[in-house]
């Protein structure tokens, strides 16, 4: 059987990943996390993956995130192959080309929440609108009130959006969310994915990994991966994508 077509003929193609394979050797065995993926991000995409435990979904979101290297196949970003990066190569796109939004929100204890929206910055000179753009997002994301507060001191949901915001800051082609709603509560599931639409109809790229049905509702696309490949790919309607806020 062949692969679904996952690829956007004739979009303006943000990523591409083609014919791409992932091979492990564990206990002596070779495991193919991916098996000739091809996939296509189109610019403004909000594309969700899906798949069982094993599917091959979070090898898919480290390749798209330059965390990882194919075994074989291209992947270009942003009009750049960067399937063969060395490691500091790869350090500097994710630096200037991707934001990340995880499931635990990987903030820093030790910084308040305007530091930490910084962050990403501390990897490229300092310029002088870099104070101003973190003030901005805080009061985009809905926390100008809590800029020196530590994120012990805020809630799972307002730490996600210091998370969102961090994301944002260097202005990236792609932004990449790993399980972002699996540590809150639904009410609060619901406020994050509302703000990542709103992102999505504002312009920006998002891929996000889930395993909730109504999470992936959201999004413009779904792709299932089984056994490291591509099972299907499928448009939400637009009435499906609408805030379900009051659904919990």
């Known amino acids: 059987?062949?692969?679904?077509?996952?690829?956007?003929?004739?979009?303006?193609?943000?990523?591409?990943?083609?014919?791409?394979?992932?091979?492990?050797?564990?206990?002596?065995?070779?495991?193919?996390?991916?098996?000739?993926?091809?996939?296509?991000?189109?610019?403004?995409?909000?594309?969700?993956?899906?798949?069982?435990?094993?599917?091959?979904?979070?090898?898919?979101?480290?390749?798209?995130?330059?965390?990882?290297?194919?075994?074989?196949?291209?992947?270009?970003?942003?009009?750049?192959?960067?399937?063969?990066?060395?490691?500091?190569?790869?350090?500097?796109?994710?630096?200037?080309?991707?934001?990340?939004?995880?499931?635990?929100?990987?903030?820093?204890?030790?910084?308040?929440?305007?530091?930490?929206?910084a962050l990403p910055l501390a990897y490229r000179p300092r310029q002088p609108g870099d104070h101003g753009r973190c003030l901005a997002l805080a009061r985009l994301v809905g926390l100008a009130d809590r800029l020196g507060h530590r994120p012990t001191q805020l809630s799972g949901g307002q730490q996600q959006r210091v998370a969102i915001a961090r994301a944002l800051v260097n202005n990236p082609a792609l932004i990449l969310a790993d399980e972002p709603t699996g540590n809150l509560d639904t009410a609060t599931s619901h406020e994050i994915m509302d703000m990542l639409a709103a992102l999505n109809r504002a312009g920006r790229t998002i891929v996000l990994v889930t395993h909730e049905p109504d999470i992936a509702a959201r999004a413009r696309r779904v792709v299932r991966l089984r056994d490291g490949r591509i099972e299907s790919v499928t448009e939400n309607p637009a009435d499906d994508r609408e805030s379900h806020t009051g659904d919990s």
Do not use: H, W
Request: glycine residues 10%; hydrophobic residues 40%.
């Open 1 to 117: 059987m062949s692969e679904p077509a996952a690829v956007a003929q004739g979009a303006d193609v943000v990523a591409s990943i083609r014919d791409v394979s992932k091979l492990y050797r564990l206990e002596g065995q070779e495991v193919r996390a991916l098996d000739r993926v091809s996939l296509d991000l189109r610019r403004g995409d909000f594309v969700a993956i899906m798949g069982s435990s094993g599917s091959g979904k979070s090898t898919l979101l480290n390749v798209l995130g330059c965390l990882d290297r194919p075994t074989s196949g291209s992947y270009v970003l942003a009009g750049r192959d960067v399937a063969r990066l060395d490691d500091a190569a790869l350090s500097r796109v994710r630096g200037r080309t991707l934001g990340f939004v995880f499931q635990s929100y990987n903030l820093i204890p030790q910084l308040s929440v305007v530091e930490n929206i």
